[in-house]
């Protein structure tokens, strides 16, 4: 089944503590990005990549960094995670081209105390 | 201004109505359009995407584009109860300076039996 997988689907931990968020695609896409989503703001884009060791920034980078050392794998890392940094996150991946569609994992709830 | 703007709501609407949720976005050279259906605590999930001006139909659903207007939005024939959600509106000019897909905040809808 063609799909991406974000684990661990729920989160809590507390302030400073480094954590991973791991996504994981199926379908070959090139292009992968993270998503947080807040009440009243949507969906923002915090980091993008288009290919393997090709990552950039979107609008709300600050405290999170990326690697895509494989095609499949995205992790999410927050080095030292702060009480703002509490959303839901949610990977997504597409292949490359303006009208492809954007496939979204399940999402991870992350607490911080 | 907001790159993607759409009326936050509660939109309600009886069963069996219509339902009709807009969307306007700010990027004169954005190519693609989509429209997500996000239930509470899920994923967002595709289920329309237009990109020239006009009507674009897939069962009870219709999007409507208007560059000149720079407006997109989305019909919904014969609401249904399982229809209650929040959709999002999301822009893309992948490709260009951006490169990446620009959500609005949803419109949450609400069908009543």
């Known amino acids: 089944e063609a799909q991406v997988t974000q684990n661990p689907r729920y989160l809590i931990t507390v302030t400073g503590k480094k954590l991973t968020v791991t996504c994981s695609q199926n379908m070959n896409h090139e292009y992968m990005s993270w998503y947080r989503q807040d009440p009243g703001l949507g969906l923002r884009q915090i980091y993008y990549s288009m290919n393997v060791e090709v990552t950039d920034k979107g609008d709300v980078p600050e405290g999170y960094k990326v690697s895509r050392k494989e095609k499949r794998n995205f992790p999410l890392i927050l080095e030292s995670p702060s009480p703002n940094q509490t959303s839901l996150y949610f990977c997504?991946?597409?292949?490359?081209?303006?009208?492809?569609?954007?496939?979204f994992g399940s999402g991870t709830q992350l607490s911080v105390l | 201004q907001k790159e993607v703007e759409q009326n936050s709501g509660p939109l309600s609407v009886p069963e069996g109505a219509i339902a009709s949720l807009n969307c306007t976005y700010s990027d004169r050279v954005s190519q693609s359009f989509f429209w997500y259906r996000q239930y509470s605590g899920k994923s967002p999930e595709l289920i329309m995407s237009?990109?020239?001006?006009g009507d674009k139909e897939d069962g009870r659903f219709t999007a409507q584009l208007n560059k000149a207007s720079q407006y997109v939005s989305l019909l919904i024939r014969d609401s249904q109860p399982s229809d209650s959600a929040t959709y999002l509106c999301?822009?893309?000019?992948?490709?260009?300076?951006?490169?990446?897909?620009?959500f609005g905040t949803g419109t949450l809808l609400a069908v009543q039996p």
């Open positions: 997504a991946s597409r292949l490359q081209g303006a009208k492809e569609k954007l496939f």
């Open positions: 999301a822009v893309s000019n992948y490709g260009g300076a951006t490169n990446k897909l620009i």
């Open positions: 237009i990109y020239s001006n």
